[in-house]
């Protein structure tokens, strides 16, 4: 396990990016994950970087799409750590329960039908490909 860089401890590099997580997400908590990756500050600030961009930047998808989506992706790669952290971020953007479970319920059965169709080694429909699309 990777020590945990607290912010009296960190070198400058390190507490540019902290300032950025806190006046960003305006909190003044800086959680484990970024402490962890902090004692490789390159690594830090290129992943709080792309985080930032992706999750909090301009799109179409609001920020509660993004945390489901993050929900989905982490219960896949069974990621426990970013699992618990994107339930709590969603919860406070409204996510309950009821919601959380048919999101799981939507997450298990696409591994399943994807496992299904990689096993199975299924062709692709030809209206299903792109250049159908454009027709």
């Keep these: ?23 960003t997400r305006q909190t003044e908590y800086i959680n484990n994950f970024w402490k962890a990756i902090a004692n490789h500050p390159p690594t830090l600030r290129r992943t709080w970087n792309t985080v930032k961009e992706v999750m909090t930047g301009p ?30 971020a969603a919860r406070t953007k409204g996510m309950d329960d009821e919601l959380l479970g048919e999101l799981l319920a939507i997450v298990a059965t696409a591994n399943a039908t994807n496992r299904l169709a990689n096993g199975y080694q299924i062709p692709i429909d030809a209206q299903f490909k792109p250049e159908a699309a454009k027709q």
């Design 1 to 23: 396990m990777s020590d945990l860089i607290e912010y009296e401890a960190a070198c400058d590099e390190v507490r540019v990016v902290y300032d950025d997580i806190r006046a």
């Design 59 to 88: 799109g179409q998808l609001d920020p509660f799409v993004r945390e489901l989506i993050y929900i989905a992706v982490s219960v896949t790669n069974g990621c426990e750590y970013c699992i618990a952290s994107h339930i709590a």
